[in-house]
């Protein structure tokens, strides 16, 4: 049996239907199909119910990704051991997000698009939050403080920042001085979250309210300039505005703790030699580039 055409059953599988797998793999919608139609063949039963929808597995479908997915891992493992040193193929899926990835991660994945020829590397740069899994990830890199998941995550750097308000805010309205006065201000935030703040060898943490939210930190920056409300945001996003004074950091006396930044994967035994390259750079990346993140811009 075909190792592409069980890699791409286990895509269908995952992705929910035909469409969403060959998004995914790269490749028309007639390939998955004929894909599919041999497996089914080879195997003489039916591994997928066809609805309007998409597609749903049946009871010997369920049984038979696991196993596919299993012998899908093994022969990538396989692959990979028998490589030239340094050679990497195949194809790399990683999501990012939009307010850092062109700016700042970018210029990793070019390079290793650069070093790494033969390997097809596909990005994509959203806010928004990505299930691996669902969306046929191979990793992504994600900034800030980590949710409990059951992604398995590699530090690659850290990532500073501050609480912050314009001068016409602080006029007006003057500026928390303690965490607690967090809550008397209206918060610029990316949804529902908790603020940190160390006080000596410990750590406060506060839920702000506000209206006003975003799912980037370029247009929060933009929201705090604009005077309506305060605002924790990482320092290579705020370093020019407080440089020119737009922006004044407040509450210094509590600094945030130093967020970080991850390249994250689905579970499994051992990464896919391109994920750890990935991670290798980017932590190399953040040691050499340690102005880039702003301890004290």
Known sequence: MDIEDLQTFVAVADAGGVSAAARRLGVSKSVVSRRLFRI???????LLARTTRGAALTEAGV?????AARASAEMDTAREAILPDGDLRGR????????????????????MAKRHPRLHIHSSYSDRFVDLIAE??????RVGYLQDSNLIAKRVGPIYGKLLA????????GAPETPEQVLNHPALMQGVETWQFTDGDGIITVQPQGSFKADNATALAAAAVAGLGIAWLPDCITYGHVVSGALVPIMTGYPPPPAAAYVVRPPGQHPARKIRVLTEMMTEYFKRNPDLWGLDS
């Open 92 to 111: 790399l899926r990683i999501a990012m997000p939009f307010s850092f990835g062109p700016t700042h991660f970018a210029p990793v994945i070019a390079e």
């Open 166 to 173: 314009s001068p016409a805010y602080i006029k007006l309205h």
């Open 40 to 46: 089914e063949a080879e195997l003489g039963i039916q």
């Open 136 to 141: 046929g990830f191979d990793c992504a890199i």
């Open 63 to 67: 049984t038979f990704r696991d196993h």
